[in-house]
């Protein structure tokens, strides 16, 4: 018991996905332009890469941590 669509039905449906696809893509566009303005805004000097500093414990601080002491 299938339901069969007729053929003008059939393009209408395929004419709205086209229509769809396109709006997508113009979508699409706008907001890889807006976000390539954001990144073009920002300074290079505010961009860093976080660096983690390990500290340095000496052998009794290292004992008083491993037994909680600390």
Excluded: A, C
């Excluded at 396109?22 to 699409?28: A, D, G, V, Y």
């Excluded at 303005?37 to 300074?43: C, S």
């Amino acid at each position: 018991m299938s339901q069969k669509k007729s053929m003008p039905e059939i393009q209408k449906l395929i004419n709205v996905l086209r229509e769809d696809i396109e709006e997508n893509k113009t979508s699409l566009e706008k907001d890889k332009k807006k976000f390539s303005d954001e990144l073009i805004k920002f300074k290079k000097e505010n961009i860093k890469n976080t660096i983690h500093k390990e500290e340095k414990y000496t052998l009794w601080q290292r004992i008083l941590r491993t037994l909680g002491m600390n």
